[in-house]
């Protein structure tokens, strides 16, 4: 027990010695850079005075301004007319003289950024020179966070390490970072529940073997959304089709099947108009507060309409199929045809936005973009819905970076669904909520 009191104080004094190293290192290059800054400064500053003095110079010299002053002074207004006509003539001659002037230094100081890129990367995998145990690497793409949050790691020695700590805590919005909650883990992944909705959360990991302890992992930051998960599975029963659409019997994936019944259906289409979209639902509705969900859309889709709907507007697009060849059929949000413009500025009982060929289109507005190039994002990988019932609020997220795309009013005056519609070929999945089972089910597969 002695022996090992001494040798931990002694590693911890050893730790001391090198790090003070790096921080003497570190003082002398700021002392270094600040002086040249400030060098640099003092160089442009007396540049500058002595061309702002020659100018001076020049302008006195020629008596303009004293005669400016003097015609300031007139009090007759004939007199002070006259006069100041030659006052602008003479300050055009001298500004004529001024187009060709040129500062006699930068005011940029973009060439004295300091990059420390390479060596805050190579702080970050600061460790010891031997520990018997490498740093465990966070796997950014395996990692994600939904209702919950999913953290996978990869650790080089996996058969070495006996168990690893993983560590998280929330960041404020003032970058305050609060105390790290600690989680011991068996494996390589782990689940973490409660978080706040909104909120940065700062994720680590650390291996251990026996009593020896690796360093922290680098940091994820991961962005939790904007509302708590609302659970739903598509509804089999309202409006579905099933000549069209193919249901999986877990209710959570949906296909657009373009294939033999379409080509018979060919047959009535006539110029000029164009086949439905099939519509579908989710089945649980929404009344009151604020909520979140996730999809993927296959990246073969033709055409996908995602959004809200209110249960209303639901019934009159499922009742009416006799309206949905029309080309004149507001099947949509009101944001695809030029004659719909009128209804930007109130609020609808609806809205969907366009998702296809890979691509996410953002709906017509007053504010938007008029070059639909501009109005075109690559589809993300998945994509969430924020619906806020009470302030009559919908928001179409990016779920890679959690980052709202688009967002408008919505009329919530009656229950409001999930809603989905394809149109030819095309797949929706809804994102599955993240669970203890789901993360015993992906490390047995």
């Known amino acids: 027990m002695k022996e090992t009191e001494c040798n931990g104080e002694r590693a911890k004094e050893d730790a001391i010695t090198h790090f003070e190293k790096l921080f003497e290192i570190l003082e002398e290059r700021k002392s270094s850079v600040l002086k040249a800054i400030d060098a640099s400064k003092k160089l442009r500053l007396d540049k500058f005075q002595t061309q702002m003095e020659e100018y001076q110079g020049l302008l006195e010299n020629n008596g303009l301004v004293g005669y400016a002053q003097e015609v300031l002074k007139e009090t007759d207004q004939s007199c002070f007319v006259q006069t100041a006509k030659q006052l602008h003539l003479r300050i055009q001659k001298a500004t004529e003289s001024l187009k060709s002037f040129r500062p006699a230094a930068q005011t940029s100081f973009e060439d004295y950024v300091v990059n420390t890129s390479k060596q805050t990367e190579l702080l970050g995998e600061l460790s010891f020179f031997s520990s018997g145990i490498d740093v465990p690497e966070i796997n950014e793409e ?14 080089p020695e996996k058969d070495k390490a006996d168990s690893y700590v993983l560590e998280y805590r929330k960041i404020n919005r003032d970058e305050e970072m609060l105390s790290w909650n600690e989680v011991e883990v068996c494996g390589t992944s782990k689940v973490i529940s409660e978080l706040e909705s909104n909120s940065n959360y700062a994720f680590r990991v650390r291996a251990y073997k026996g009593s020896i302890c690796s360093p922290c992992s680098r940091e994820l930051i991961l962005h939790t959304p904007p509302a708590p998960v609302f659970s739903f599975l598509f509804d089999e029963k309202c409006g579905y089709n099933n000549e069209h659409l193919l249901l999986n019997l877990k209710r959570d994936r949906v296909e657009s099947r373009a294939g033999f019944n379409l080509l018979l259906a060919a047959e009535r289409i006539q110029v000029g108009y164009y086949t439905s979209l099939d519509y579908i639902i989710g089945d649980v509705g929404i009344t009151k507060g604020k909520h979140f969900w996730a999809f993927r859309v296959e990246p073969y889709s033709y055409l996908v ?28 949000s009101g944001h695809d045809s030029g004659s719909e413009d009128a209804c930007f500025d109130s609020s609808q009982p609806f809205t969907l936005v366009t998702i296809g060929m890979k691509k996410f289109f953002i709906p017509k507005s007053p504010t938007s973009s008029k070059e639909s190039e501009n109005r075109v994002l690559p589809m993300p990988t998945s994509i969430g819905v924020f619906l806020d019932y009470d302030k009559g609020k919908v928001g179409f997220y990016d779920m890679d970076h959690m980052k709202c795309l688009y967002e408008r009013q919505v009329d919530c005056s009656h229950t409001m669904y999930p809603a989905f519609a394809l149109m030819g070929s095309g797949g929706i999945h809804l994102e599955e909520p993240i669970t203890a089972k789901y993360l015993e089910y992906q490390e047995d597969m």
């Open 142 to 155: 395996q990692s994600k966070v939904y209702n919950n949050a999913l953290i996978n790691w990869y650790h």
């Open 305 to 332: 309409k995602a959004g809200v709907a209110s249960s209303d507007k639901l019934q009159e697009w499922l009742r009416s199929p006799r309206d949905a060849v029309s080309p004149r059929y507001e099947q949509d």
